[in-house]
């Protein structure tokens, strides 16, 4: 099945990645159309969360290659992958809780004035970015007081201010409640409106089926299939998972 796009945002050739004593991915190649939102599928174990992180910069693969809109990339961190408009919301919230929502969100590029932080300055930024996530809370308060459904929109806003046009989340409502889950939802639709790229890794059939474009199947750390999910149905994804 289709592995290409026509207008890709990322284009993933022959990606393998080996841990001490293990193979997680073995020549995974396949197209992320820009401005789509496209589900990675697989049983525990398959992959999916590995090649997200290699895409963000987390780790680095063993072999292969990652296009990023036609320029080939090499991210060695996560900085590096966010200087190429790619970021990463991940199921661990990865955040400093003693520290403000501003902070947070602003926390690889704190502005300065004059030698020093700019609070002023820091917050007001912070707070576009929390307007743009639909985040009603202080960016003053401490983000440990959060509930999870507002630290993941913190997080989503700590990735927009890094300029990201692409976003790899990764099991995004496995934490959060049926009423967190439907804003998250209404916040992925908003983003995609404004051009950003959304590559969804979950288990979840109705939210893929709801949320996104197409999906890629992986299984035991290889691509198995990729399509429009117009052309599949849920039967048929769960026969190309096992």
């Given at each position: 099945m289709s592995a290409e796009a026509t207008n890709p945002a990322v284009s993933f050739r022959g990606i393998g990645k080996r841990f001490p004593g293990t193979v997680a991915l073995q020549n995974v190649s396949f197209d992320v159309a820009a401005g789509s939102c496209h589900a990675i599928m697989g049983e525990n174990g398959a992959g999916k969360s590995t090649l997200g992180k290699i895409l963000a910069g987390i780790h680095q693969p063993s072999e292969g290659s990652i296009m990023v809109e036609g320029v080939e990339r090499r991210f060695h961190s996560p900085l590096d992958a966010q200087r190429a408009g790619v970021a990463i919301v991940h199921q661990e919230l990865l955040f400093c809780p003693n520290l403000s929502v501003a902070e947070?969100?602003?926390l690889s590029h704190l502005p300065s004035r004059k030698g020093r932080?700019?609070?002023p300055k820091l917050y007001q930024r912070a707070q576009t970015f929390l307007d743009q996530v639909g985040a009603e809370c202080d960016a003053h308060e401490e983000l440990g007081r959060l509930s999870t459904g507002q630290t993941q929109l913190i997080q989503i806003a700590a990735a927009l201010a890094t300029g990201a046009k692409i976003l790899v989340m990764d099991e995004p409502t496995s934490?959060?409640?049926a009423v967190e889950a439907q804003r998250l939802e209404e916040l992925i639709a908003r983003l995609r409106q404004?051009?950003?790229?959304?590559?969804y890794v979950s288990h979840r059939m109705d939210e893929i089926f709801r949320l996104c474009d197409a999906v890629t199947v992986m299984r035991d750390g290889q691509h198995v299939a990729t399509m429009p999910l117009a052309q599949t149905n849920e039967e048929e994804l769960v026969k190309l998972m096992i």
């Amino acid at each position: 099945m289709s592995a290409e796009a026509t207008n890709p945002a990322v284009s993933f050739r022959g990606i393998g990645k080996r841990f001490p004593g293990t193979v997680a991915l073995q020549n995974v190649s396949f197209d992320v159309a820009a401005g789509s939102c496209h589900a990675i599928m697989g049983e525990n174990g398959a992959g999916k969360s590995t090649l997200g992180k290699i895409l963000a910069g987390i780790h680095q693969p063993s072999e292969g290659s990652i296009m990023v809109e036609g320029v080939e990339r090499r991210f060695h961190s996560p900085l590096d992958a966010q200087r190429a408009g790619v970021a990463i919301v991940h199921q661990e919230l990865l955040f400093c809780p003693n520290l403000s929502v501003a902070e947070n969100i602003c926390l690889s590029h704190l502005p300065s004035r004059k030698g020093r932080l700019d609070w002023p300055k820091l917050y007001q930024r912070a707070q576009t970015f929390l307007d743009q996530v639909g985040a009603e809370c202080d960016a003053h308060e401490e983000l440990g007081r959060l509930s999870t459904g507002q630290t993941q929109l913190i997080q989503i806003a700590a990735a927009l201010a890094t300029g990201a046009k692409i976003l790899v989340m990764d099991e995004p409502t496995s934490s959060l409640s049926a009423v967190e889950a439907q804003r998250l939802e209404e916040l992925i639709a908003r983003l995609r409106q404004n051009g950003a790229t959304i590559i969804y890794v979950s288990h979840r059939m109705d939210e893929i089926f709801r949320l996104c474009d197409a999906v890629t199947v992986m299984r035991d750390g290889q691509h198995v299939a990729t399509m429009p999910l117009a052309q599949t149905n849920e039967e048929e994804l769960v026969k190309l998972m096992i």
